[in-house]
């Protein structure tokens, strides 16, 4: 099983055969460190929650900072407001 980028995961297991990565994102970068591969998370320069797909929620209201339109007070609805 051929290793392209040398990260100790071989390319059929590896979900970024291209990219050195990290084992427990399958292969893949995560820049902000949320234990969520790049290739998977939504934010991936902010770190979030799994349940998120990696994006934070600041104001805990179930909708993500990145679709809240006011994400530092808790709201309702889809907007966060």
């Known amino acids: 099983n ?5 990260d100790g995961i071989g390319n059929l297991s590896d979900s970024c055969p291209d990219v050195s990565g990290l084992a427990h994102c399958s ?4 820049a902000d460190n949320d ?3 790049d290739h998977e998370d939504q934010c991936p320069d902010q770190p979030g929650l799994q349940i ?3 994006c ?3 104001d ?6 990145n679709l809240d339109h006011c994400p530092a007070i808790a709201g309702s609805g889809p907007n966060g407001c």
Request: net charge negative; proline share 4%.
């Open 2 to 6: 051929r290793d392209a980028d040398g």
């Open 27 to 30: 292969g893949c970068l995560d």
């Open 35 to 37: 234990s969520i591969g």
């Open 52 to 54: 998120n797909k990696g």
């Open 56 to 58: 934070p929620d600041t």
């Open 60 to 65: 805990q209201d179930g909708v993500m900072d």
